[in-house]
């Protein structure tokens, strides 16, 4: 019931969601409208993805503080643009700079923000590390769209890679000029832990709020109780609110600049 709900407020033109789920309709795309005039070009391939985000609030549902008006928010990992889209409709006057490396993605992303002119959205075609330079991504060639490209090796499916420029979370700050980063969303299948570890923590203190899901490594320090406890003991408290899903808020605010 509760998807429903959040489908009538985050969508307005709802009523599309049935006639995809009934058979009423073959689009591809489909175009979705949500509030503060935001548009939302969906391939019919990453309904599902669209769908954890405007219908189950995925990156939302377990933040604790509001998020004020005018927000600066950084959207890593950004895909098609889904969440920044999200971020455009459900906050208003937001600032979001949406990082994502993978090219058929990234031209899905530009597709969104060249549609919503109004919106403030800034589009980098790179991958958010923990050190500046290339990375090397593991991903699956034959997805239409490529939803896990991944800087851990997947054996479960046929691997393809490519190296992509990256830049780190201190860089972004210093480039942008960003003293406060009111929410800072992760979703970067494995990149999460560097990014974080590594950034100096007068840097990390930028980020009042972040919300990521968390892909679990093969190192001690690469999963969501390690990185819960870092996160805890750097002036952050933490809520998982699924087995992968982890919201931070600093204990201590900044006054907004």
């Known amino acids: 019931m509760i998807r429903y709900i959040r489908l009538f407020r985050n969508i307005t033109n709802w009523w599309l969601h049935f006639g995809v789920k009934f058979g009423l309709t073959k689009d591809d795309p489909l175009i979705f409208k949500a509030p503060n005039n935001i548009t939302i070009e969906v391939p019919r391939r990453l309904l599902p993805e669209f769908k954890e985000i405007f219908m189950e ?3 939302t549902s377990g933040l604790k503080l509001r998020i004020p008006e005018r927000p600066t928010v950084i959207d890593i990992g950004a895909n098609a643009g889904f969440f ?3 971020a455009a409709s459900q906050f208003p006057g937001a600032k979001v700079f949406s990082y994502e490396p993978i090219d058929v993605n990234f031209r ?3 597709r969104n923000k060249a549609i919503n002119e109004d919106a403030d959205i800034l589009c980098f075609p790179k991958a958010v590390c923990g050190d500046s330079g290339e990375v090397e991504l593991s991903f699956d060639s034959n997805d239409s769209f490529t939803t896990s490209a991944s ?12 190296k992509v420029p990256c830049v780190s979370l201190p860089e972004i ?14 979703d970067c299948e494995g990149s999460e832990y ?10 990390l ?23 819960e406890n870092y996160l805890n003991s750097h002036d952050f408290k933490t809520r998982r609110y699924s087995n992968h899903m ?11 600049t």
Not at 194 to 203: A, M, N, S
Not at 246 to 256: G, H, P, Y
Request: proline fraction near 3%; aromatic fraction near 10%.
């Open 205 to 227: 203190h930028r980020v009042v709020q972040m919300a990521m899901e968390v892909h679990k490594g093969t190192e001690p320090d690469q999963n969501i109780e390690f990185l």
């Open 173 to 186: 700050f210093d480039e942008h000029h960003i003293e406060r980063c009111d929410l800072l969303k992760i």
């Open 108 to 110: 899905q992303l530009l």
């Open 57 to 59: 609030e995925c990156y």
């Open 84 to 86: 920044s889209a999200f």
């Open 246 to 256: 982890l919201a931070a808020w600093r204990i201590v605010l900044l006054s907004k």
């Open 151 to 162: 800087v851990f090796e997947k054996s479960d499916i046929k691997n393809e890679t490519v």
């Open 194 to 203: 560097g990014i974080l570890y590594k950034c100096p923590i007068k840097y």
